[in-house]
């Protein structure tokens, strides 16, 4: 993982071939369309107009553990930690992770995304506070709307210049995954094909950065149950801001507050 690491530092982005074997693909896939079947008669508040022909599955912890046991994996926890983890939080043991889930979906596109940062903000340094990790369920092509990236751009400081010709096509195959700094400028094409490319999107950011979702007030009981407390902290239950000052006056903790 050494070389992927210094890939992303210098690229701002990798892919790792065949990541997933067949098997978990297969499972995870048939559990989207399960869902996705399941819930894609549900109107949605603030969707934006881009998004209006993408297949999207929101908030997959809530859906299934499957998706959760996923990210569990040694290599993505090594990557992972060398980014986001942050080395002074004293309440959990050095080589634990103490990163979060920010966002989890699963997303087949439509339109054509154009350029954009998912960081919020740009600046420059080698320090990011968020990556994305994609992983291929079905064949990512030029014609069915692959990822499009703009190599070294997240050392920019700047916002997307939309205009720029040094647009990369990633293509990939099913288990393969991609992994991008927040910062890198990145979009897709336009899916010419109409055929699905459906994939998982998790963003993963450092303790302190705000979830999209709040992960630990919405995960299902029966969910939490399976979970382990390395998966517990991933939500986010091990930096959830205390009610008051009653509770406890940090919103650091480590595992002592997991039930």
């Given at each position: ?145 692959c990822t499009i990236v703009v190599k070294k751009s997240h050392r920019s400081g700047k916002f997307t ?96 507050v997991l039930i």
């Amino acid at each position: 993982m050494k070389n992927k690491i210094k890939e992303i530092e210098s690229n701002g982005f990798c892919r790792i071939k065949n990541f997933l074997s067949d098997k978990q693909v297969s499972m995870l896939l048939a559990k989207v369309h399960h869902y996705y079947k399941k819930n894609k008669k549900l109107k949605y508040k603030g969707v934006p107009s881009r998004d209006s022909e993408d297949k999207i599955l929101y908030n997959l912890q809530n859906k299934d553990y499957l998706f959760i046991k996923t990210l569990n994996n040694k290599k993505i926890i090594k990557i992972a930690k060398h980014f986001l983890n942050d080395e002074h939080y004293r309440f959990l043991p050095k080589e634990k992770p103490n990163f979060i889930i920010n966002y989890f979906n699963a997303r087949s596109s439509g339109k054509k995304l154009d350029l954009h940062i998912d960081s919020w903000i740009p600046y420059k340094g080698i320090k990011t506070h968020m990556m994305q990790f994609v992983f291929l369920l079905e064949k990512s092509t030029i014609r069915n709307g692959c990822t499009i990236v703009v190599k070294k751009s997240h050392r920019s400081g700047k916002f997307t210049n939309r205009k720029t010709k040094k647009i990369i096509p990633i293509t990939g195959n099913p288990g393969d995954l991609i992994i991008w700094d927040s910062r890198l400028w990145h979009g897709t094409y336009e899916n010419i094909d109409k055929i699905s490319r459906w994939a998982i999107v998790v963003t993963l950011s450092s303790w302190w950065v705000k979830q999209a979702m709040d992960m630990p007030k919405s995960l299902p009981k029966k969910i939490y149950k399976k979970c382990n407390n390395l998966e517990k902290q991933l939500l986010g239950y091990c930096s959830e801001p205390p009610i008051n000052e009653n509770v406890r006056i940090n919103t650091k903790s480590g595992y002592e507050v997991l039930i």
